[in-house]
């Protein structure tokens, strides 16, 4: 039996306030560079199968600070919340826009951050994104969130998320990341790019089997939009230092109790979900 899933009106608005923060940008679908091709053997085929020339990456965002900021303006204007002073980065994302959106636990919190990402493609020409989880076990159901909503996602906007886990040892999953026209979104446990073990810090290291290139660069060439899911799990420095390696174009934070305040957009906390009968009790 196909789930069925249904355009909530309370799950758009927590969209649009990220996605309005970027009124004004340009669409550009994708922004065309020269993948770094590594170090070939000398007997090696000119081309390894499936590895591209040329990669998409996000364009930068256009607007200025001051653009931004009055956007976010209106955007906490409309839902009551206190006016920024000013736009907040973090060590996870020096001098890019790091956004909170609050979401009270059980009201598809997944499914937002996903239509947030097809609504950024469609607005703006973004593909390229990471979502970043504290574990496996959620990693593993964000995925299957990815997966059970691909076809109500593809009847909405024309296509879907091509989503996948990464996996030190299935790199050629980041030549398609970084090639494919169509929006990607990569999965990552903090664990993948934070431990110190031998197989997670592959992240970091030259690869013989990756043309001496390291998974790291090839991703951050992308300049991905990273969402972090529950935050306030992964906020130590150790993390925070890590994730700066993906060279985001923005972060956005999605939890129920961020520890850890930036720019907030969008609140929907345990009363008013209450109120609106999202939940049966605080």
Not at 102 to 113: F, H, I, L, Q, W
Not at 206 to 212: I, P
Not at 237 to 244: D, G
Request: charge should be positive; include cysteine; hydrophobic fraction near 40%.
């Amino acid at each position: 039996m196909k789930l069925q899933f249904k355009v909530q009106e309370f799950q758009t608005y927590a969209v649009d306030a990220v996605v309005d923060c970027f009124a004004g940008q340009p669409k550009h679908d994708g922004i065309s560079y020269r993948i770094d091709p590594g170090k070939l053997e000398a007997n090696a085929p000119v081309a390894l199968p499936g590895m591209a020339d040329s990669g998409l990456r996000n364009a930068e965002i256009a607007l200025t600070a001051s653009q931004l900021l009055e956007n976010v303006h209106a955007v906490q204007k409309a839902r009551g919340l206190p006016l920024a002073k000013g736009l907040v980065d973090s060590k996870a994302a020096p001098g890019a826009p790091n956004l909170d959106i609050e979401m009270e636990t059980g009201t598809g919190k997944t499914y937002v951050y996903i239509k947030t990402i097809m609504e950024l493609n469609q607005r703006y020409g973004w593909s390229k994104f990471i979502v970043v989880v504290p574990s496996i076990a959620i990693r593993e159901g964000v995925k299957k969130s990815f997966d059970i909503t691909a076809e109500h996602f593809q009847q909405l906007y024309g296509t879907k998320p091509r989503s996948f886990i990464y996996n030190s040892s299935q790199l050629h999953e980041l030549e398609r990341f970084s090639s494919d026209a169509g929006v990607q979104v990569m999965i990552i446990n903090i664990q993948a790019f934070n431990a110190t073990g031998k197989e997670n810090r592959r992240i970091y290291d030259e690869l013989d089997d990756f043309q001496s290139r390291r998974p790291i660069d090839v991703i951050s060439a992308n300049r991905p939009i990273v969402i972090i899911d529950e935050p306030q799990k992964i906020g130590a420095a150790k993390s925070l230092e890590a994730l700066s390696r993906f060279n985001a174009l923005m972060v956005l934070r999605y939890s129920a109790t961020h520890r850890a305040e930036h720019t907030k957009v969008h609140r929907l906390d345990a009363l008013d979900a209450y109120n609106q009968k999202l939940v049966k009790r605080i």
